[in-house]
T-cell receptor, first 111, second 113 residues
Framework: KQEVTQIPAALSVPEGENLVLNCSFT??????LQWFRQDPGKGLTSLLL?????REQTSGRLNASLDKSSGRSTLYIAASQPGDSATYLC??????????FGGGTRLMVKP | GAGVSQSPSNKVTEKGKDVELRCDPI?????LYWYRQSLGQGLEFLIY????????KSGLPSDRFSAERTGGSVSTLTIQRTQQEDSAVYLC???????????FGSGTQLSVL
C-alpha cells in the first residue's frame, strides 16, 4: 500500500525567500506525481504533474522534481510571496489510477 | 462546464438521516474521483469511476456509503443512516483519463449533528 509523507508539516518564511517542500512515497511503481495547492475552505488546485518518465516540471516560479528510485519529490518555490500562503499537497498515482495524498505542508509567507 | 461543480456546498443533517452529494465533472472527463477530508486530516480516497464503472470501491468506509455515475457524467455519493464521524468535506475530482491531471470541485461540507 502506497504511503506518502510530506515534510515539514508547517513552514513560515519571510517574503522573497526561496523554499523547498519535500514529499516521499514508499512504492516507486508510480504513474505520476502531482502537486496541489489548497486554500482554506477551498478545493484543490493542480500545480504540476510529473509523469513517471520525467524528472522535473516547471511552471512560473514553481519547479517540481521527481526521483523515483529514492521515492522522493520536491517542490521548489522561488521568490516566495504572501499570496503563496496555502497548504501544498503531493499525491502519487499508482495502478488503478488511485491517487494517494500526503498530509500536506502548511506554508505561511510573511510580508 | 468550466470546472467541477459540487452541490450542495454545505449540508447539515441529523444523525440517522440519508444524504446525497452531487458532482458534475468537467465535460468530456472520463475519470471521476471522490475523496473525503476530515478536519485537520489528509485526503482519504473513497471511490474512482472510469466512465460509469467503478473498478475500485475499496475506499468506501462502510456499506452505508455508495456511489453511482450515470451517462459517464454526473455522480452521486449517498450516505445512509449518517453518523457524526461522517462529518467532513467531501471532494470530487475529474480527469481527462487515466494518469491525467486532476481537477477538483470546491467540495461539500457535511455536518452531522
Amino acid at each position: 500500500k502506497q504511503e506518502v509523507t510530506q515534510i515539514p508539516a508547517a513552514l513560515s518564511v519571510p517574503e522573497g525567500e526561496n523554499l523547498v517542500l519535500n514529499c516521499s512515497f514508499t512504492d516507486s511503481a508510480i504513474y505520476n506525481l502531482q502537486w496541489f495547492r489548497q486554500d482554506p475552505g477551498k478545493g484543490l488546485t493542480s500545480l504540476l504533474l510529473i509523469q513517471s518518465s520525467q524528472r522535473e516540471q516547471t511552471s512560473g516560479r514553481l519547479n517540481a522534481s521527481l526521483d523515483k528510485s529514492s521515492g522522493r519529490s520536491t517542490l521548489y518555490i522561488a521568490a516566495s510571496q504572501p499570496g503563496d500562503s496555502a497548504t501544498y499537497l503531493c499525491a502519487a498515482s499508482n495502478a488503478g489510477n488511485m491517487l494517494t495524498f500526503g498530509g500536506g505542508t502548511r506554508l505561511m509567507v510573511k510580508p | 462546464g468550466a470546472g467541477v461543480s459540487q452541490s450542495p456546498s454545505n449540508k447539515v443533517t441529523e444523525k440517522g438521516k440519508d444524504v446525497e452529494l452531487r458532482c458534475d465533472p468537467i465535460s468530456g472527463h472520463t475519470a471521476l474521483y471522490w475523496y473525503r477530508q476530515s478536519l485537520g486530516q489528509g485526503l482519504e480516497f473513497l471511490i474512482y469511476f472510469q466512465g460509469n464503472s467503478a473498478p475500485d470501491k475499496s475506499g468506501l468506509p462502510s456499506d452505508r456509503f455508495s456511489a453511482e455515475r450515470t451517462g459517464g457524467s454526473v455522480s452521486t455519493l449517498t450516505i445512509q443512516r449518517t453518523q457524526q464521524e461522517d462529518s467532513a468535506v467531501y471532494l470530487c475530482a475529474s480527469s481527462p483519463g487515466q494518469g491525467g491531471k486532476l481537477f477538483f470541485g470546491s467540495g461539500t461540507q457535511l455536518s452531522v449533528l
